[in-house]
């Protein structure tokens, strides 16, 4: 009874440590580790604070919600994740998405967080992770570069001093460039925002990151370039603030930024408007394709950051169970007014960089996070909005990889089109430019199946072979091929399909097969099998088709068609039926 009890509790460690893996790392959880945590989490800290700031801008809502945006992946990871590297917060990529679907409105941005969450919670019980394979590299690459040039041209009007600017990017460019001359100078009644050199001199390194080749320097450039942003929003701030003293202030400046923590209140399922309700239904119909665009690109990014920094720190990850950490914690981050989240690769890197050991550094990152959101939001209204703008540049800098179009053109050409429909498209709408992309590579991938390459060899008699499996678009573009090959040669000869490469088969092409077999019996034409699988065979078999003739090489195939001419007529003697119904097909 004791044994049975033990391997009982065993099982269900083992369980409890799969779905809660912070049970694997910590009972050999060292000071040294603590220590290199500490220093991880304080360094990834000083980053998160103004990129959050910076990343709320961009989605279009207030400062604020940045901040409650940064601190729940912090805790939730810890005990879920199982990347010592990864930490999740507010992206680039995500608050461009949430801008588009949440339309600046926080209930709606809120709303959207908790049913993200929801979905990924979903996907990962149902170990759906698969469904991001679908999603190609040039699709990825083509949204990213887009997403990366939308987001930098967005901030230019900050740089500028520019007001009311439309947020299309199109109607961005044409007035950007067509009000140029409002921008904010020294001259101005009111002077230009210094942040013009301070975006100039936090990316004056930037390309030494985007071109490293080194993964050790890489990171050193990242560290560099990620705590840089800290030193550079703090002087920027002392100088609006030594402005305001003297009662002379040239800088746009953030503003007032509510002090205190979020409360903790479920996510809004309404809005109240002066005018209506818009309940729960409108909302979610008004959000439309963001709800799976905004959790598949999340759970997109955050996987495709922990398999990176998993194979070059030599650990392994569990993709389902990143899921689960995604949805729990943007189901939990609904409840403090966050919205969508993801994991960073710049701010994953500093962390893989400070020598973080385990998920525990995130804590001393949300900790952080939560006293700045209780005592130094005051502090936050004097940084000025073109040093953000200049944090938010230079963070999505490495995004655009102009390099993949040459690397594209020299590898395979055919990949360029879901690549260009991609990037092209996401100008217009973040989800046209997606979908696109994904139907696009979608052909490409269902071509090859619906037109194989066959291959052709007409001697004695007329030899095909399939270069891949043979599915159901496939079917009639062999049949097709066989009555033109067959027909095209006198005398007519006898048909050998060599099915080496025919790995599967349906109940599609099985009719097709019958239906050409009757034909060209018809004709008074032989069609024989070779080299077919054994489970295919047992398929074939089972269906019973009428003239089924299967041999097991070519040799044997050629003793065939030197039996008598008698022979083929009492082959062809016989009904006429087609595939029975009863025939069953495994």
Not at 252 to 257: A, F, K, Q, S
Not at 270 to 298: D, I, R
Not at 367 to 396: G, H, N, R
Request: charged letters at 10%; one cysteine or more.
């Amino acid at each position: 009874m004791a044994g049975r009890n033990q391997g009982c509790w065993d099982r269900w460690y083992q369980l409890a440590q799969k779905r809660l893996p912070v049970l694997r790392w910590l009972p050999r959880y060292s000071l040294q580790s603590l220590q290199l945590d500490i220093i991880a989490g304080f360094t990834v800290g000083l980053t998160v604070v103004p990129q959050a700031l910076a990343y709320a801008e961009v989605a279009g809502l207030p400062m604020q919600y940045g901040l409650y945006s940064s601190f729940m992946g912090c805790f939730i990871y810890c005990l879920l994740g199982t990347a010592k590297d990864v930490t999740l917060g507010p992206t680039a990529i995500m608050s461009l998405l949430v801008s588009s679907y949440a339309f600046h409105d926080p209930a709606y941005a809120v709303l959207l967080t908790f049913l993200s969450g929801c979905i990924q919670l979903i996907m990962g019980l149902l170990h759906l992770g698969f469904l991001l394979d679908f999603i190609s590299y040039p699709v990825i690459r083509g949204f990213t570069s887009a997403a990366a040039v939308t987001i930098g041209f967005n901030q230019v009007k900050a740089l500028l001093g520019l007001q009311n600017i439309p947020r299309q990017f199109f109607l961005q460019v044409y007035y950007t460039f067509s009000r140029i001359g409002e921008t904010r100078t020294a001259t101005n009644e009111k002077p230009h925002p210094q942040g013009v050199p301070d975006g100039k001199v936090i990316c004056q390194d930037q390309p030494a990151y985007c071109l490293d080749n080194s993964n050790r320097l890489l990171g050193f450039h990242i560290l560099q370039l990620e705590t840089r942003n800290a030193v550079v929003v703090l002087f920027a701030g002392l100088v609006a603030y030594s402005f305001q003293v003297t009662g002379s202030q040239p800088f746009t400046l953030t503003g007032t930024i509510p002090q205190g923590l979020p409360p903790f209140q479920p996510p809004p399922f309404s809005k109240v408007t002066p005018n209506e309700t818009v309940h729960f239904g409108e909302m979610v119909q008004a959000m439309g394709a963001g709800l799976a665009v905004v959790p598949l690109m999340g759970l997109l990014e955050t996987v495709a950051i922990a398999k990176a920094f998993a194979s070059q720190n030599n650990y392994q990850i569990d993709p389902d169970q990143e899921l689960l950490a995604m949805g729990v914690t943007n189901l939990f981050g609904s409840f403090v007014s966050s919205y969508p989240v993801t994991g960073s690769f710049g701010r994953t890197a500093v962390n893989a960089q400070t020598g973080v050991c385990s998920p525990a550094g995130g804590l001393i990152t949300g900790a952080l996070v939560l006293l700045s959101l209780a005592f130094l939001t005051s502090l936050f209204y004097y940084i000025p909005k073109a040093a953000l703008a200049a944090v938010i540049i230079c963070a999505v800098a490495p995004m655009f990889d102009a390099r993949i179009f040459r690397t594209l053109w020299q590898v395979k050409r055919l990949d360029l089109v879901p690549l260009c429909v991609t990037f092209l498209l996401c100008f217009w709408e973040m989800q046209y430019g997606i979908v696109a992309g994904v139907l696009v590579s979608t052909i490409l991938l269902l071509y090859p199946i619906a037109r194989p390459q066959i291959k052709v060899s007409a001697h004695e008699t007329i030899l095909l072979q399939p270069s891949s499996g043979l599915y159901f678009p496939a079917i009639e573009f062999l049949c097709d091929t066989v009555h033109k090959q067959a027909l095209s040669v006198s005398p007519l000869r006898t048909v050998i399909l060599d099915c080496t490469h025919v790995s599967n088969i349906d109940y599609t092409v099985v009719m097709g097969l019958s239906e050409l077999l009757q034909q060209l019996r018809r004709r008074r034409i032989s069609l024989i099998f070779i080299n077919v699988q054994a489970h295919v065979l047992q398929v074939l078999l089972a269906a019973d088709l009428e003239g089924f003739c299967n041999v097991s090489s070519l040799e044997d195939a050629g003793k065939s068609c030197e039996e008598p001419h008698t022979a083929n007529e009492a082959l062809f003697e016989g009904s006429d039926s087609i595939l029975p119904t009863s025939g069953i097909i495994q």
